[in-house]
């Protein structure tokens, strides 16, 4: 009898070992997939390499008026004037910074475009041009194309480096742009303190 009920009862011990050996099997296999969902969500949210990036619709502003009007210092040897209108600065979804420049010659002269810049790949775009009578006329040029930096009339550039982007990102929202076009603050300011 007593063979029997310590045969019974390392049987009994033994199973209540397995139990609990194929409980924390179980829970380490369900511990390591899901260690393994969330690494593969990780990489999906975060590999923008691998997500193509889109434009979005663009929505022309109004017309720049004078008092909107604010100067950017561009080159020592810049043969014209440049500006941006306050009320178009905006940062689109798609990272782009967009904006009218105005730029006003030695003569008067006054050209105005509105246009965006990718700070991912340093690029510029014009999407439309502005007429005498306030209305755009839309560019025929619809493509992106290199910032050149090494001109005397290099406001793409500026606007980039010194306003819009820090290496390869908008550098804040419009908000941050704005008060640093405003104050004439630049991005390279702090590094020459």
């Known amino acids: 009898m007593r063979n029997a009920a310590r045969t019974t009862s390392a049987a009994a011990s033994q199973s209540l ?6 409980r924390k099997l179980v829970g380490l296999i369900l511990l390591s997939t899901m260690g393994m969902a969330m690494a593969q969500s990780f990489d999906e949210d975060f590999d923008d390499e691998s997500k193509p990036w889109k434009e979005i619709t663009v929505q022309l502003p109004p017309a720049p008026k004078d008092e909107n009007l604010l100067p950017f210092y561009v080159s020592p040897t810049a ?7 306050a009320k178009s600065i905006s940062v689109g979804s798609d990272n782009v910074v967009r904006y009218t420049l105005v730029s006003i010659s030695q003569e008067g002269a006054k050209n105005v475009s509105y246009e965006g810049i990718r700070c991912a790949t340093f690029e510029k775009k014009i999407y439309a041009l502005g007429q005498e009578d306030g209305t755009w006329a839309r560019s025929r040029r619809n493509q992106w194309d290199d910032i050149i930096r090494g001109y005397a009339n290099r406001q793409h550039a500026a606007l980039a480096k010194d306003y819009f982007c820090e290496n390869t990102t908008v550098a804040g929202k419009a908000e941050n742009i704005l008060y640093r076009l405003k104050n004439h603050k630049s991005l390279t300011d702090s590094l020459t303190r």
């Open 17 to 22: 070992r397995r139990t609990r050996f194929f």
């Open 79 to 85: 043969t014209q004037k440049f500006f941006v209108d």
